[in-house]
């Protein structure tokens, strides 16, 4: 009963990674570690192939061996989180132009406080 349901996860969380990656605010990376903690326990195949991802493979690899983030992902992400801030900032009335920032300033002390690798 298990297996559908963690490979019906595993496909959402792949979705849901992708849009991530063309939408500021949502991450990418942290859902593909999801979906590979699903696959594992659904379906092997697609795990591997998620472990294979010349891009997305070695931050799940990190993630999973030393829970650590890449550099390269935490200045990304600060980039992408600062650009998220500006166009809130420009673009939103206040209380919600406080948003972006304060899930910038949350994700981003998280994600700095992890080792790198």
């Given at each position: 009963?298990?297996?559908?349901?963690?490979?019906?996860?595993?496909?959402?969380?792949?979705?849901?990674?992708?849009?991530?990656?063309?939408?500021?605010?949502?991450?990418?990376?942290?859902?593909?570690?999801?979906?590979?903690?699903?696959?594992?326990?659904?379906?092997?195949?697609?795990?591997?192939?998620?472990?294979?991802?010349?891009?997305?493979?070695?931050?799940?690899?990190?993630?999973?061996?030393?829970?650590?983030?890449?550099?390269?992902?935490?200045?990304?992400?600060?980039?992408?989180l600062a650009i998220s801030?500006?166009?809130?900032?420009?673009?939103?009335?206040?209380?919600?132009?406080?948003?972006?920032?304060?899930?910038?300033?949350?994700?981003?002390?998280?994600?700095?406080?992890?080792?790198?690798?």
């Open positions: 009963m298990k297996a559908p349901v963690y490979k019906a996860l595993g496909a959402l969380s792949v979705v849901l990674g992708v849009v991530g990656a063309f939408l500021p605010l949502l991450p990418t990376t942290p859902f593909l570690i999801l979906a590979a903690w699903f696959f594992a326990r659904s379906h092997p195949e697609w795990e591997a192939r998620l472990l294979a991802h010349p891009k997305a493979g070695p931050a799940i690899r990190a993630w999973r061996d030393h829970r650590a983030v890449p550099v390269v992902a935490k200045r990304s992400a600060t980039v992408l801030v500006a166009v809130g900032w420009l673009t939103l009335t206040p209380p919600w132009a406080y948003v972006p920032m304060g899930v910038a300033v949350l994700v981003l002390g998280w994600m700095w406080s992890r080792p790198s690798v």
